[in-house]
């Protein structure tokens, strides 16, 4: 029997270009290789549009707009670099983890024009403007602002639906990750209404071909499943969408870490492991 190699669609957030994360980027690459990853997706943040997106953790490092845009482009050069360095130990695509707030789509596509990624990962963190994964405290902000976690979800599959629709990215980044401060969220997102958009989500994701990332974060927090969530998963193979793991590493203890769960998971449902990558080989 062929055990399927670790791969990830989704990863490699170092503690050199992303606040939130540690190691460098080349200790992060080392691990993948030392896990005998297949190929890996290196994705880092894109900057923010404005100061107003700068995150606390950034502006208390001493970081603005302009400054975490120099930041970017050291990271596109460098990981450029490790990927001709690295070329014959294992395949790394370079690429990017989008935004979506007010300006930002218009931005990520400049941004691709400037940098040539190889291909970017198409993520929503912010509904009306407000990081919602960020604290729990900006995840009932944004709430409230919607008038209600019903409303929030809604609202973020919508701004999910557009982004999508705008930027086409290889890959769709945890799907489902506006449940993230939910406890309720298993119901939730089965209620007509929120199940509804989910479902228009995914035919434009089979219509357009696009990756989902199985996405792992979850599980290295503790919780008991990924970013997709069960019943997304299952109508999701059955679609024949192409579902691919993405560990979300934010640092080399989170590398493999949960690898070998995601692979019987996917098995389980009937999902293709033998995992498309994110670029065309004709790239």
Not at 4 to 31: M, N, R, W, Y
Request: proline residues 5%; hydrophobic residues 40%; charged residues 25%.
């Amino acid at each position: 029997m062929n055990v399927p190699q670790p791969v990830s669609v989704h990863g490699g957030h170092s503690g050199q270009f992303c606040g939130h994360a540690k190691d460098t980027l080349e200790e992060i690459v080392l691990a993948y290789i030392d896990q005998r990853y297949a190929w890996v997706g290196i994705t880092e943040h894109m900057p923010p549009v404005s100061d107003a997106f700068v995150y606390p953790e950034e502006k208390g490092a001493g970081f603005d707009a302009g400054t975490l845009k120099e930041r970017f482009a050291d990271y596109m050069t460098t990981c450029r670099r490790l990927q001709t360095r690295y070329a014959d130990d294992i395949r790394i695509y370079v690429g990017f983890e989008t935004e979506d707030y007010s300006g930002s789509l218009d931005f990520t596509n400049a941004l691709i024009d400037t940098f040539s990624p190889d291909y970017v990962v198409g993520s929503v963190h912010h509904v009306k403007d407000i990081p919602f994964d960020y604290s729990k405290a900006c995840y009932e902000e944004a709430a409230d602002r919607c008038g209600g976690l019903d409303e929030m979800y809604a609202a973020y599959f919508d701004q999910q639906y557009e982004m999508i629709r705008a930027i086409v990215p290889r890959v769709v980044g945890h799907l489902d990750i506006v449940r993230i401060f939910d406890p309720d969220y298993r119901s939730r997102l089965l209620k007509p209404m929120i199940w509804k958009k989910i479902l228009r989500n995914l035919k434009l994701v089979k219509q357009l071909n696009l990756i989902l990332d199985f996405n792992l974060r979850p599980l290295s927090r503790g919780e008991n499943e990924p970013y997709l969530s069960a019943p997304i998963l299952k109508k999701a193979a059955e679609m024949g969408i192409d579902i691919v793991p993405g560990d979300d590493s934010h640092g080399v203890d989170t590398i493999g870490a949960h690898m070998h769960s995601a692979i019987t998971m996917l098995g389980a449902a009937g999902v293709c492991t033998d995992w498309r990558q994110p670029v065309d080989a004709s790239h």
